[in-house]
């Protein structure tokens, strides 16, 4: 089968959610199939970041938009009130490219993440799937209630807005993907039953819970596992959601963690902080920046810890965590969408409170922390594994392209 895959962003590296999802699906439809690559790239790729796809794609074609030009459809989109992620990854260049190249390769099926690239192919008289990834208008909600003055209208804005794109893509494409039970729940669509729930998977070769195994693979100046800490946190810290989750942790969970064990110290392990992250640094508090490598941090780490109290989707994060066996603490956003049981493949708490109680409880139990960590990773190894999530989606493509035929 000829797969077009189309993105928003070019997929590596693997440091944003949606890159990480795309490049494994690629990865995984092009053992058997054969995968041309549309992306859309508001930076240059650099011929390292493009060899890494090369291996998985037949043909890599990718437009790099001026940012001026999708600052100015932006702002056109706000005016004739439309999605303002829609015209930020929309661009007439990004049209005619994505046409010619749709042409060219005569694809089978079109396959297309998030509704931001809806403009590019919703007009391409192919086969097409659409992976809305996760529910964008209820990510947009949630940090909607969390802000105040004129980001919350905009917020609000395009949180309509989003969701009027969502309902749109129900009448265009010929299926429709998401990552989790909880993200179709949050599309009130009468067809959203019909949405197929596609999660992400773990790579447990990379992510292996044979501590030694995977010391072994990393650079002997990587001096992360000489430096213990008791909690990490990691994730992208330009990312609202875990900008979010740091504060809170920081500023209402940590205190309740250090009046009972004052000695606890914290990582927040992630690339690009912004300002709000790195102010966070502290005696006990450890802000790295961007690092070459996650594991180290899991490895060094006695709990992994996820206060998610915005956003949507499936905290990769998480999944990894588990994948190396470091016992985890999150909330109900989070460890929900796993379908993780409570108290036996991780701990959920919604206020600090029991936030800080199920962190106290886990440091001060090893014995518990290490049954939890192996429930956990048999877990992962049962539910999430990129080969089985893989051959779903390709099941799903398949369907899409005989229904034309």
């Given at each position: 089968m000829?797969?077009?895959?189309?993105?928003?962003?070019?997929?590596?590296?693997l440091e944003k959610g949606d890159k990480l999802r795309a490049y494994h699906q690629i990865v995984q439809l092009a053992k058997r199939n054969e995968v041309y690559l549309f992306a859309v790239?508001?930076?240059?790729?650099?011929?390292?970041?493009?060899?890494?796809?090369?291996?998985?794609?037949?043909?890599?074609r990718i437009v790099n938009p001026p940012r001026w030009v999708s600052y100015k459809n932006v702002l056109r989109n706000y005016?004739?009130?439309?999605?303002?992620?829609?015209?930020?990854?929309?661009?007439?260049?990004?049209?005619?490219?994505?046409?010619?190249?749709?042409?060219?390769?005569d694809p089978d099926v079109i396959y297309s993440q998030m509704v931001r690239t809806m403009p590019l192919v919703a007009r391409a008289d192919y086969p097409k799937v659409m992976d809305f990834q996760d529910a964008l208008s209820l990510n947009t909600e949630r940090r909607m209630e969390q802000s105040k003055g004129f980001w919350r209208h905009v917020l609000h804005f395009e949180f309509k807005m989003l969701r009027s794109a969502e309902y749109k893509a129900m009448r265009i494409?010929?299926?429709?993907?998401?990552?989790?039970?909880?993200?179709?729940?949050?599309?009130?669509?009468?067809?959203?039953?019909?949405?197929?729930?596609?999660?992400?998977?773990?790579?447990?070769?990379?992510?292996?819970?044979?501590?030694?195994?995977?010391s072994g693979q990393l650079a002997d100046e990587d001096s992360a596992h000489s430096q213990p800490t008791d909690l990490v946190f990691c994730g992208n810290m330009q990312y609202e959601p875990n900008i979010d989750a740091a504060r809170f942790l920081v500023n209402e969970i940590m205190p309740l963690v250090w009046e009972r064990r004052p000695e606890t110290t914290l990582t927040l392990a992630g690339a690009t902080p912004k300002k709000a992250v790195r102010e966070l640094a502290g005696d006990r508090v450890t802000v790295t920046g961007t690092v070459p490598d996650i594991r180290p941090y899991y490895l060094a780490a006695k709990v992994f810890v996820a206060p998610m109290r915005i956003g949507s989707g499936l905290q990769n994060k998480l999944l990894e965590a588990m994948a190396m066996g470091t016992p985890c603490v999150t909330t109900p956003l989070a460890g929900d969408t796993l379908g993780a049981e409570d108290g036996k493949h991780l701990l959920i708490g919604t206020t600090a409170q029991q936030l800080a109680d199920a962190l106290l409880a886990l440091l001060a139990d090893t014995t518990r922390r290490t049954t939890m960590a192996s429930e956990a990773h048999s877990f992962v190894q049962q539910n999430y594994t990129w080969d089985n999530i893989g051959n779903q989606l390709e099941s799903i493509l398949h369907e899409s392209a005989n229904r034309h035929l």
């Open positions: 000829k797969i077009l895959v189309v993105l928003p962003r070019f997929p590596y590296p790239s508001h930076q240059r790729v650099s011929d390292e970041h493009r060899a890494a796809l090369e291996p998985y794609c037949k043909e890599i005016l004739c009130t439309k999605s303002l992620q829609l015209g930020y990854w929309d661009s007439q260049r990004a049209r005619r490219a994505c046409k010619q190249f749709i042409s060219q390769v494409f010929d299926r429709l993907t998401i990552i989790s039970e909880a993200d179709r729940d949050a599309i009130p669509h009468r067809q959203s039953d019909n949405i197929r729930v596609v999660p992400n998977g773990v790579d447990l070769d990379y992510f292996s819970s044979q501590r030694s195994v995977v």
